[in-house]
Structures are given as structure tokens and as C-alpha cells.
């Protein structure tokens, strides 16, 4: 990885998510609904858009837009729909100058969807920009806001019906986005976000070296490096997981059985919802119809038999909500004094197995524990179990 400094061009943070999807209005409903967001702007007919139209969400931090095509013959749309079904188009990547973030990443390699250019209305102005990622059909939208005033971009509009307050279901910002690639790619990848936009490795809990964790089922396995916008313990994160080889006579893992559904390519993989409050947060969600993975009564004995005197969460109520949960220890502290991980998964939110949420709440702890990244492998081997496709 480059050890170059990136001047005037650092990455912020994820200023948004968008998915290009085939009914926008009725996902934007389903994630309201489902997971507490709520409706932030539009554009599209409505606004005098004549080719797509987009709903834009928000809860705490975490913004989505979600946009779909009006007309038959936007062949790049409907070419990405087909091909990868509803997926995510673009991770934006808030930076504190465009011109130099762009100009450097494409110094270093990075391929050109748009370049530089100036959005405005009467609200003030926004400076964006577009690379492909190194992966898929994945765009970054560099963008600076810091001009701009207005509800979102310039060409939406605001949308009236927004409860104040509104507490949402306890989401307070995105975490990390996961990519999932194909084997072999993870330096690449890895090196890619290091000399285009400064991104360093972060070295999680339980890994020791710059390897990252590899982890093996009975139907092969994976392996994760965490990469950040900088070194700080909330930086952004990008978690590559990367397939290991496919042992014969064992059906596809679960990285290979994505990129399959994925028209064969690369992509992003799930995203992790951070809340306070796991609890309330997934209790809230079930009770909206969101399925989440199911994991044995085993591993929440083993964890409380092991952990339990540092607990203060109920293993029935972790375990009836099947979240997962890790603990680490402050190196440098006189006394045992624990950090947690917990996290839970939904299954994949549309009908191929591809993304998929994941709820986190940190108590301390800024990596990825070895025993989760586990127990979250073996419960999607499970639901694999239940598919017929091998």
C-alpha cells in the first residue's frame, strides 16, 4: 500500500448510499416500514425529471436514495437492473476537495465516470465527481456540500411529510459497507483504495498481523482486511471479503454464490447499521417482518459460560433475537476491562441471495471479532442449506 500522502483530498465519510432498483417508490415504502428510515426528498416527475426518479431516506447519519429508470430505453439502467437485480449503484464519498480527490485518484489509476463539475440552485452549490470503484459496476460520487444549504442535491425537493421528531428505530450512522469480490483480488483492491484515496489497513482486535482473518465452513471460506479513510477508531471502513478456493464436490460459498447472482460480478456485499441499542433496534425490525439469520442455542451457552460474569445483556433476549456478540480487553488496563461487539444479520433483502443489512452496536470496540465473523459464516452456510441452487 502507498505510504503517499493525499493532500486537500480527504475522505470525510459515506454521504450516501444509492441503489438503482426497479420500483424506487415502493422500496423507499418497504425501508421506511421495515427498518425506520424516513422520507427526506424526490426527484422525478414531480421535480420536472423526465428520466428517473429517486426517493431519498434518512435515519441519524445514514442516507439512501433509491432510484429507479421512467422510460424503456435508459439501456444502462436496465442493463444494471438486469444483470444484478435491485443492487447498489453507488457509494458517495464526502471529501474536502473534489478537484484534488478526483485528480489524484486518477493520477493513481482510477477510471473516469464523471469528471469535476458544479451543481446549484438557488440554495448554494455542490461540487461532485464520479471514478468506478475497483470492483463490479460500482461508482464513488466524490462529492463537497459544504456550500449547499438545501434539503439534499440540487433538483430535489423537500419532502412535506416528515414527522419532527422522528426517532427512527435507533440507527445512528453506517458503520461499514462489506465488498465481496472474487478470490485473489484483495491486494488489488486493497491497493487501490490506498494510492486513489488514502486509505489505510486497520488492524481489528483479534488479527495480528496484516493477513487479515480467514475463516473456513464445511462449504469453504473467506477471508476479511479491513481498510479506513484514516487511522482514528470511527474512521470509515471498508471490510474486503474475498471467496477462498472451492473444494470440489462442496456446493459454492457464500462470496461465490453472490457474485453468481450478481451477474457474475463484484459488488457490495451488505452494509452495517450502527444503533446504541441493539435490542430495541432488532426487536423493532422483527416486529416489521424483517428476517434475520437464526443461530444456535450452543453458541450463546458457550459465550455465557465463557463471558458471563461480564455481561450485562440476557442471554435469552440475545438469543431469541439471534444477536451475536464478541468481547475484547483494553491491552494496556490495570484491570480486565472489556470492550463489546454485537451484531446480527438480516437474510438478503430481495430474492437473489445477494445483500443484506447488518445491526451493530460498539461498546468500546472498534474492530471485528474472529468469534462473529464465524458464527455470521455459519448461519448463511445454513441458509444456503435451505436453497436448492448449488
Not at 192 to 205: E, P
Not at 236 to 252: N, R, S, T
Request: net charge negative.
Amino acid at each position: 500500500m502507498s505510504d503517499t500522502p493525499l493532500p486537500e483530498s480527504k475522505v470525510l465519510q459515506i454521504d450516501y448510499v444509492e441503489y438503482w432498483v426497479g420500483n424506487a417508490k415502493l422500496c423507499a415504502k418497504f425501508y421506511c416500514s421495515a427498518f425506520g428510515f424516513y422520507p427526506l426528498a424526490i426527484k422525478g416527475l414531480e421535480t420536472g425529471e423526465k428520466q428517473t426518479s429517486s426517493h431519498v431516506l434518512v435515519q441519524g447519519n445514514a442516507t439512501f436514495v433509491f432510484t429507479s429508470t421512467l422510460r424503456s430505453n435508459h439501456t444502462e439502467f436496465n442493463q444494471h437492473l438486469g444483470v444484478h437485480g435491485d443492487a447498489i449503484k453507488d457509494v458517495a464519498l464526502r471529501v474536502e476537495n473534489v478537484y484534488s480527490t478526483f485528480q489524484h485518484a486518477i493520477k493513481n489509476g482510477a477510471k473516469v465516470v464523471e469528471e469535476p463539475h458544479v451543481l446549484r440552485d438557488e440554495l448554494g452549490t455542490v461540487v461532485v465527481a464520479k471514478i468506478a470503484a475497483p470492483y463490479g459496476d460500482v461508482v464513488h460520487t466524490l462529492i463537497d456540500r459544504s456550500k449547499y444549504n438545501g434539503v439534499f442535491l440540487p433538483g430535489f425537493k423537500s419532502v412535506d411529510a416528515i414527522p419532527s421528531p422522528t426517532p427512527g428505530f435507533g440507527v445512528t450512522h453506517i458503520d461499514h459497507i462489506a465488498l465481496a469480490y472474487e478470490k485473489g483480488k484483495t491486494l488489488e483492491v486493497m491497493n487501490w483504495y490506498s494510492n486513489c484515496l488514502g486509505f489505510v489497513q486497520f488492524l481489528c482486535n483479534d488479527e495480528d498481523t496484516n493477513e487479515g482473518l480467514t475463516v473456513v465452513g464445511s462449504e469453504g471460506g473467506l477471508k476479511t482486511i479491513v481498510i479506513a479513510s484514516s487511522l482514528q477508531q470511527y474512521s470509515l471502513k471498508f471490510v474486503l471479503v474475498e471467496a477462498l478456493d472451492h473444494q470440489e464436490g462442496k456446493k459454492q460459498n457464500q462470496i461465490q454464490e453472490f457474485i453468481e447472482f450478481n451477474g457474475g460480478k463484484s459488488g457490495v456485499h451488505h452494509i452495517a447499521l450502527h444503533t446504541n441499542d441493539i435490542v430495541t433496534s432488532v426487536k423493532l425490525m422483527k416486529d416489521r417482518g424483517v428476517d434475520f439469520i437464526t443461530v444456535p442455542s450452543l453458541y450463546y451457552d458457550d459465550l455465557f459460560a465463557k463471558e458471563g460474569s461480564f455481561m450485562k445483556e440476557s442471554q435469552e433476549k440475545l438469543q431469541e433475537l439471534g444477536i451475536l456478540m464478541d468481547i475484547s480487553f483494553k491491552k494496556a488496563s490495570p484491570v480486565k476491562s472489556p470492550n463489546f461487539l454485537f451484531q446480527t444479520f438480516t437474510v438478503p433483502l430481495q430474492d437473489r441471495p445477494t445483500f443484506f443489512f447488518e445491526i451493530i452496536s460498539r461498546k468500546g470496540s472498534s474492530g471485528f471479532g474472529d468469534r462473529t465473523i464465524k458464527a455470521l459464516f455459519e448461519a448463511i452456510e445454513r441458509l444456503q442449506d435451505k436453497r436448492t441452487v448449488s
